[in-house]
């Protein structure tokens, strides 16, 4: 039916004139489109009025003078001025390309389109695409001074406002001063949407004109490649609420995000700067200072100290203890993948201190191996462990060097003794004290007697012949035997014996 009458609207304003009695018995020709011009507000207005303030056809249309519509005029807006003369002086003083304004210009009294200019004020003739132009009215006041004076906020929008040192505006308060337009205003142009407040609000937060505590780098908002991040300050500060107890809670966005040492570390703003760039975490010596200042262990591969040990956001799964990750997640050399990296039971912070660089080589050894360490001290030549011990501290050790390796004059001359023992059978391996003797061996009595003239009592201590690292006895000729036996019987040593043992038979 709307689309019909429409029709019919249209259909008579096609005509281009109409004979209209003038209501005092005469007749008036006017233009087809008066049945669209009727019903512009502009018209409506005027036909509403009754008693001293009526307004007929004649009034605006006819000549004044004579008090008759003999003929139809268009009014001039000297004919507004006549009944509007307040208004007349002030009035919307220019439009957007410049040019002068006149009451024509915002108020709706004919049309070549009907339908879209039946609104109360044809602001939108000039003013396109904006936010608050449903009842352009209700903000300004374009016949008071100054012209655009906008209407309080608070008549529409009923906000509590928390937002550094400004006044609480609590919903039902009464209308404040103009100071509260000029504080929405501060976020909010009048005449874009909403949500564009939050893109104003490094235009104060990225100087100096606010507090240290409340600025802001321009870097802090970002996008991540999901298309995730810190995208305005809305992200984490509520609409209207700007103090630090409305700020929403990282966890509200970072869900299920694990922490380390989550006890110590309540707060997510204890260890980030929520307002610098991708909210950069803190230096940890800001709260660790004596142990930061006590690290000697070398930066990552990537280049961290603290965190490089110690994730902070790592999963339990991934720490080797509650605060840490295991030292093997970067000592991956194959001597620290051995089964066994230094003795079986031992960890890593049993020789290096968990801030500490690498251990001393003077003390490390005698931590767990202090007997070891106290009995070279004896020995000459041996205080260092790594001497004997080659490829310590690290990896399964192989055997310790070879005592002849650097005793080469000691290689025992007799038979048996280079190729069945060893020295540590004879010396105590770290001070070389003997602990085994010839008697331990050579006069076991689970064992037969030697043969021969050794079980002749004066032959009984073996050191008044043999010496451990020197030749046999026999080797020298009767030397040996002639220390003792200086004085063979000329009897039966006709001639000076040239080998003793040639008939003092000592082996069988």
Known sequence: MRALALLSVLALAACSEVSLSTGDGGIVTVPGSFHVARATPGHRAHFLLTGKDQVRCRDCHGDPD??????????????CASCHQKQESQHHPFTTDGGVTSCFTCHVFRTDQPVARFEKWACRDCHQNEVHLAKCESCHRPHQQPFTQAANCIDCHRVELSHGKAPALVANAPPPDASFVETCQSCHQPHTPAVQASQQCLSCHAGTKVPITARVSPQTLFMNA?????????????????????????????V??????????????????????????????????????AIGHPPSATGQTCIGCHPPHAPPDQLLTTTSVGCLSCHRDAKFASDVVHAVTTSCDACHGKHAAAPRRATLCVSCHEEQ???????????????????????EPPEPKACLECHEDRQPPQPGHATRLICASCHQSHSAKVIATC??????????????????????????????????????????????????????HP???????????FKK
């Not at 004579?66 to 004919?79: C, D, K, N, W, Y």
């Open 226 to 254: 999901e298309k995730k991040g810190h995208l305005g300050c809305g992200t984490c500060h509520p609409t209207h609420a700007f103090d630090t107890k409305s700020v929403k809670a990282c966890a509200s966005c970072h």
């Open 373 to 395: 360490v106290q009995l070279v001290k004896v020995n000459a030549g041996h205080a260092k462990c790594e001497d004997c011990h080659a490829g310590l501290p690290h990896g």
């Open 256 to 293: 299920d995000r694990p922490v380390l040492a989550a006890d110590a570390h309540v707060k997510c703003t204890s260890c980030h700067e929520p307002h610098q760039p991708r909210a950069a975490p803190k230096p940890c010596a800001s709260c660790h200072q004596k142990i930061a200042s």
């Open 439 to 492: 008697r331990d061996c050579h006069l076991d009595a689970k064992k037969p007697p030697l043969p021969g003239l050794h079980v002749v009592k004066e032959h009984r201590e073996c050191k008044s012949c043999h010496a451990p690292h020197t030749p046999e006895p026999s080797a020298n000729g009767p030397a040996m035997c002639l220390t003792c036996h200086q004085r063979p019987s000329q009897k039966n």
């Open 495 to 505: 001639t000076p014996p040239k080998q003793c043992v040639g008939c003092h038979l």
């Open 66 to 79: 004579a008090g008759t519509l003999t003929a139809f005029e268009r009014p001039s807006v000297q004919i």
